[in-house]
């Protein structure tokens, strides 16, 4: 993927993504590791069902496929495998959005909603950005997280 303009130019597509479609992709993909995700994965249904196109409507099966792909590559510490994700939710939208363009306004919503990566609404603003400087020597492990965080193993 290479920047271009104001979206992504994939590749092997050579299309340009909506800058939406971009943030809400990314922010589905978020969603599915998150204590939120049931909520989320509703939510996302819900708006999709709203499409009058006849598209297949992902399912919660479907999602939740996704979801244990998505926490099984970051436990497998896979990057590739969730860029692959983002990219393939990225495209639904971006054709959905093609199609049905009054869709727009619900994705928006949902985006700033459901799928919000900020502070929760009751959460005061500055708890949207932190700093956070950690170091580890020898064979210490430092853990960070802004949110959730889930460890297991050893």
Known sequence: MRKAGFGIRYASEGRLMDPLVLAAGSALVSAMATDAWAQARTAVVTWWQRSASGRTVPEEAELEAAHEVLLAAREGGDAQAERALVEVWCERL???????????????????????TGPAPHEPAEAASMTVRAEARDNARVYVAGRDQHITGS
């Open 94 to 116: 971006q054709q959905l959005l093609a199609d049905e363009p009054q869709l727009r306004a619900g994705l928006e919503r949902l985006l700033a909603g459901q799928l919000r």
